[in-house]
């Protein structure tokens, strides 16, 4: 795997807004192999995460639907984060010559790709309010400036990340995958979800 051949940070940035686009047409669906398919299933569950984020923020809907929106973010989010750890375990041994005395970066290549993610999905929804009929000029005027600066942190970011792909090669900078191990998802860690099942047995 540590020598198989990686797609380009423009060719995961581009998926990315294409799935996004395809994704508000089709039922959303993660393909490719590797790390496309990594990448896809962590972008569909920002996908998702950020549309269940919007229908949990409605005052209209019963407290069952919002109650279900909240248990799917907890479900979306855990897995986002299963994501980025698969990818970093993939890209890591590809892109990492060990080397102890170069200095440890914080952030991994896994993390930035879902960084990019969100931003791919701020980009396609505000591109969608400077269209809006329904809105005013100001509205769409006011969300083109925002837009303008989406697109510029998306191509900083993508830039870091090529940057900091090339350090790791060269052996310049090496990192570690630190994993999240969230609590309020596990019936083990979370004392409310222990405690409720100790008072129910």
């Given at each position: 795997m540590s020598n198989a051949p990686l797609p380009s940070i423009a060719e995961l940035v581009d998926l990315q807004s294409s799935l996004t686009a395809v994704w508000h047409?089709?039922?959303p669906v993660?393909?490719?192999?590797?790390?496309?398919?990594?990448?896809?299933?962590?972008?569909?569950?920002?996908?998702?995460l950020w549309h269940e984020e919007d229908i949990a923020r409605r005052d209209d809907l019963p407290a069952e639907r919002i109650k279900q929106a909240k248990r799917a973010i907890d479900r979306?989010?855990?897995?986002?984060?299963?994501?980025i750890e698969d990818m970093d375990?993939?890209?890591?041994?590809?892109?990492?010559?060990?080397?102890?005395?170069?200095?440890?970066?914080?952030?991994?290549?896994g993390m930035i790709l879902d960084r990019l993610s969100i931003l791919a999905l701020k980009?396609?929804?505000m591109q969608e309010e400077t269209l809006r009929e329904d809105a005013s000029e100001e509205h769409?005027?006011?969300?083109?400036?925002?837009l303008r600066i989406i697109v510029e942190q998306r191509n900083d970011l993508a830039r870091a990340l090529e940057?900091?792909?090339?350090?790791?090669r060269a052996g310049r900078r090496r990192i570690k995958v630190y994993y999240q191990f969230k609590?309020?998802?596990d019936p083990s860690l979370n004392p409310e979800l222990y405690r409720a099942a100790k008072a129910g047995a």
């Amino acid at each position: 795997m540590s020598n198989a051949p990686l797609p380009s940070i423009a060719e995961l940035v581009d998926l990315q807004s294409s799935l996004t686009a395809v994704w508000h047409q089709s039922e959303p669906v993660a393909t490719g192999e590797g790390l496309l398919r990594l990448l896809s299933e962590n972008h569909l569950r920002n996908f998702s995460l950020w549309h269940e984020e919007d229908i949990a923020r409605r005052d209209d809907l019963p407290a069952e639907r919002i109650k279900q929106a909240k248990r799917a973010i907890d479900r979306f989010n855990q897995q986002r984060n299963n994501f980025i750890e698969d990818m970093d375990k993939l890209l890591i041994p590809a892109l990492m010559p060990f080397n102890p005395d170069s200095p440890q970066h914080s952030e991994t290549p896994g993390m930035i790709l879902d960084r990019l993610s969100i931003l791919a999905l701020k980009e396609y929804h505000m591109q969608e309010e400077t269209l809006r009929e329904d809105a005013s000029e100001e509205h769409r005027e006011k969300c083109s400036a925002k837009l303008r600066i989406i697109v510029e942190q998306r191509n900083d970011l993508a830039r870091a990340l090529e940057t900091l792909i090339a350090e790791l090669r060269a052996g310049r900078r090496r990192i570690k995958v630190y994993y999240q191990f969230k609590m309020y998802n596990d019936p083990s860690l979370n004392p409310e979800l222990y405690r409720a099942a100790k008072a129910g047995a």
